[in-house]
């Protein structure tokens, strides 16, 4: 037998791929197509185990749809740009181009180390101007359709560094470098309008059949649609209004108090006019704090002022609070402890006054009924109605009529949903393709002279604005428009406006004048299988649905929905937390292909749980694969050099044989299910092969008499149903078997379904009602023949014998109850 060397074998068939280009997909229109694609990288520098399962398993899905015969689009690239780079620019006083350039290439190693079946020719990186050209590309489309605009915000902000802080620099509201206080700044920047979009993304999830429902309801819930009003509240210290949005009119009468997020315009206008250090120190604070900071303990300060409820003309409070966020509805809310949870902490913190107003349906006590079932009480007469006793959802919608009819109230459709802000002070990004002209004003750069070069010679300190502002030869320019001089837009995009549209550039990487070509793009999308992290459920599947929609609305791209199916895989954990480098519990790729090869460390991420679900490392679980491998090239191996004996068949032998084809064929059944049901439960798929492996070990005598047509079908049903999960290992038997091309270029088995037949069936015995034992007969047996297997077997007929029987419960195939007196 030939002995296994993984490291031998796995490097002489990557070698093969490569020189071979086995994988390169071609634009054939003659051909079905498969589009499988992971969520493409950041060039962190060094992949784990724990990265390697997302590639493992698309890569099993791209090599069964080789074998079916499909042009398979499988590539590969990088989400280049980001902060991290400019962080390790700094730490390491490296170029964010070097460090980056340098990590991809260390990753590419690793990836080409597990065999996966990328399509090299295609890759692509985001930081590269041949790409981040397009990406100007988009944002120039999205200008021209007034998709795009400018306007003040707010930013985290050291006054200690003199810079921007992303929020994940931000950490208890002190700077991640110099650990002072972080303060908010107020810079122009740049959105995109997202929210025009917000019903068409929406609408469309309810199409999206490959998508898991838990994915869907993570974007309606990121969206946030909210029927309901804005109510006015007026305040008359400062003769004004105070705007209310609520989904809940019926609990207008149940107001005690109103809340505004504290960077609510009305909130300046009350300093200016009281002067209540309280109040200042208290936004001082919570200016400090990001959003998650700020929602996790409610808390908030008076703010002197009454504001009068227009339903009952009471005057409430009016607070200031840090749960309250000016980017949702219109920054205020109304607090009606009595039937909101949140408002009712808040409450007792400050121990203002509970109102409930709609009669709870079962007991309450210490928290806030917020069900919308009940009757009205405690309200009295409005506009002459004595509405107690109302259902509260009519009470609803009478209050908003009511308040309607004296312009008080305004029925409306909010959104959680924001603009997305893509401007970023940063230097390693893509250009926002924008010039400031002093005659013309706000001037997109034309499409002929893009891109906007990302220039080189720049010092990065992380101090201060973008470094892009200190770079004279950047900044200063001539205004398209008049040739007058002008100034560059500093500010660099959002990395996720880079991947919102990899996936199309994959199609025709090699365009030079246009993002991609439009007949290899119709050819191509949408994707079949997209594969990635949970994580990226709401901010990147959202921006990519968002733009496919707006270029489909131009007729641009063919498809409005980029990704027909949509896999989330579980993480692989260690030590009972996800693998981490920060927490020191990883597995390299490494130490798994020098010790086991990477079949072993892909077979056995697949093997441990279905994709979806987390996995736990373990050292035994990758030793015991190991073994199956080997035993299965073992096998394998030896029975493409076992000889044929021209020896006469008896019953037996062909009873034994056909078992042998029986076991297989019901093997390759539940493989094929897992992958054209879209379940990809590999982990039944593998265990299926196991047990088919311990089976025709024990069937090992039996194989002798196997024919050389009967022989070659097995070999190539057992390479080929291994192939995607262990690729190196079947290219080395599929050779040994005498095959010169790859099996890649091979076609899947076709399912005998003669074979998958059941012959026999285990019928379970009751007597009186109770199991006694089970038989074995052959399928279809009436009960003449099921009586006479009783009848066989000792330790059931011995419940019936000498004894009557007044009746027979008999369900074929199924089961049979003897009734006996």
Excluded at 23 to 30: H, I, L, P, S, V
Excluded at 482 to 502: G, H, K, L, P, Q
Excluded at 520 to 540: F, N, S, T
Excluded at 577 to 598: C, D, W
Aim: with cysteine.
């Amino acid at each position: 037998m030939k002995v296994l060397n993984f490291q031998e074998i796995e490097k002489k068939w990557q070698k093969y791929w490569e020189e071979n280009q086995v994988y390169k997909a071609t634009f054939d229109k003659t051909k079905p197509k498969y589009y499988v694609l992971e969520m493409f990288p950041y060039p962190s520098g060094q992949l784990h185990m724990g990265h390697a399962r997302n590639y493992c398993i698309g890569d099993a899905i791209a090599r069964y749809y080789f074998l079916k015969g499909y042009n398979v689009l499988h590539p590969i690239g990088w989400d280049a740009f980001g902060l991290p780079a400019e962080n390790a620019a700094i730490k390491h006083k490296i170029h964010p181009k070097t460090w980056t350039e340098n990590n991809i290439e260390n990753m590419k190693r690793q990836l080409k180390q597990l065999g996966i079946s990328y399509d090299w020719t295609r890759e692509i990186n985001t930081s590269r101007p041949e790409y981040y050209k397009f990406t100007q590309w988009m944002f120039l489309k999205l200008y021209e359709h007034d998709m795009v605009y400018r306007k003040k915000g707010l930013v985290n902000w050291c006054f200690s560094c003199n810079t921007v802080l992303a929020n994940e620099q931000v950490i208890d509201g002190k700077c991640w470098r110099c650990h002072n206080l972080v303060g908010k700044k107020e810079l122009e920047q740049w959105y995109v309008r997202i929210t025009k979009y917000a019903d068409s993304l929406l609408k469309e999830l309810d199409n999206l059949a490959g998508w898991s429902e838990y994915v869907k309801q993570m974007q309606r819930n990121w969206i946030g649609k909210s029927i309901g009003a804005k109510i006015i509240f007026k305040v008359p210290d400062l003769d004004e209004s105070l705007e209310v949005f609520t989904t809940r009119a019926d609990t207008l009468p149940g107001v005690t108090f109103v809340c505004v997020a504290p960077e609510h315009p009305i909130v300046q206008k009350i300093i200016q006019k009281s002067k209540n250090p309280e109040l200042e120190s208290y936004l001082r604070r919570s200016m400090s704090l990001t959003t998650t900071e700020r929602t996790r303990e409610k808390n908030g300060v008076f703010t002197g002022i009454y504001v009068q409820n227009p339903l009952n003309g009471r005057y409430v409070p009016l607070w200031v609070a840090n749960y309250v966020l000016m980017d949702y509805a219109t920054g205020a809310v109304m607090g009606v402890p009595a039937h909101d949870q949140r408002d009712y902490e808040f409450a007792k913190v400050y121990n203002l006054p509970i109102v409930p107003v709609i009669m709870p349906e079962y007991e309450v006590q210490d928290k806030a009924y917020e069900e919308s079932k009940g009757k009205m009480f405690n309200v009295g007469i409005i506009d002459g109605v004595n509405v107690d006793g109302m259902d509260c959802n009519e009470f609803r919608k009478f209050v908003i009529k009511y308040l309607e009819s004296k312009n008080l109230a305004k029925e409306e459709i909010s959104y959680k949903l924001k603009d997305w802000l893509i401007s970023r002070q940063r230097y390693w990004g893509a250009p926002i393709p924008i010039i400031y002209c002093d005659s013309c004003g706000i001037v997109p750069v034309p499409y002929e002279d893009l891109p906007v070069m990302l220039p080189e010679n720049i010092e990065i300190t992380g101090f201060g604005e973008s470094p892009l502002a200190y770079c004279q030869e950047f900044v200063n320019t001539k205004c398209p428009k008049c040739a007058n001089n002008a100034r560059r837009e500093t500010d660099t995009m959002d990395t996720f406006v880079c991947s919102s549209w990899y996936f199309w550039r994959y199609t025709s990487p090699y365009e030079k004048d246009k993002p991609f070509n439009p007949e290899e793009l119709k050819y191509w999308m949408p994707v079949d299988q997209y594969i990635g992290g949970i994580e990226h459920a709401v901010m990147h599947l959202l921006y990519s649905r968002f733009l496919s929609h707006f270029l489909y609305d131009l007729g641009i791209v063919p498809t409005k929905e980029p990704f027909q199916n949509l896999l989330n895989q579980g993480m692989v954990c260690k030590d009972g937390k996800a693998m981490s480098k920060s927490l020191g519990n990883i597995v390299s790729i490494e130490e798994i292909t020098e010790k086991y090869g990477a079949d072993t460390g892909r077979v056995f991420e697949l093997f441990v749980a279905p994709p979806g679900k987390d996995i736990e490392w373990s050292d035994k679980g990758i030793e015991g694969v190991h073994r199956f491998l080997n035993r299965y090239f073992k096998y394998c191996s030896e029975l493409i050099n076992y000889p044929i004996q021209d020896t006469e068949r008896t019953e037996e032998t062909r009873k034994k044989i056909k078992s042998i084809f029986n076991k297989v064929y019901k093997t390759l059944y539940k493989i094929t299910e897992e992958f054209e049901t879209k379940r990809y439960h590999f982990n039944t798929s593998i265990a299926s092969l196991m047990e088919l492996l311990n089976f025709l070990e024990d069937e090992k005598d039996s194989t002798k008499y196997l024919n050389t047509e009967e022989k070659n079908t097995l070999i190539d049903i057992l390479v080929k149903m291994i192939s995607p999960f262990a690729p190196h290992i079947a290219e080395e038997i599929w050779s040994m078997f005498g095959k010169k091309d790859s099996i890649f270029k091979d076609r899947w088995p076709e399912i005998k379904h003669e074979y998958l037949i059941e012959e026999k069936v285990t019928i379970p015995v009751q007597v009186n009602g109770r199991v006694k034992g089970q038989i074995e007969v052959s399928v279809d047996s009436e009960l003449e023949k099921i009586m006479e297997a009783v009848k066989n077997e000792p330790k059931i007929y011995k419940h019936i014998q000498n004894r009557t029987i007044k009746n027979t419960i008999f369900v074929k195939n199924k089961i049979v109850n003897i009734i006996v007196e």
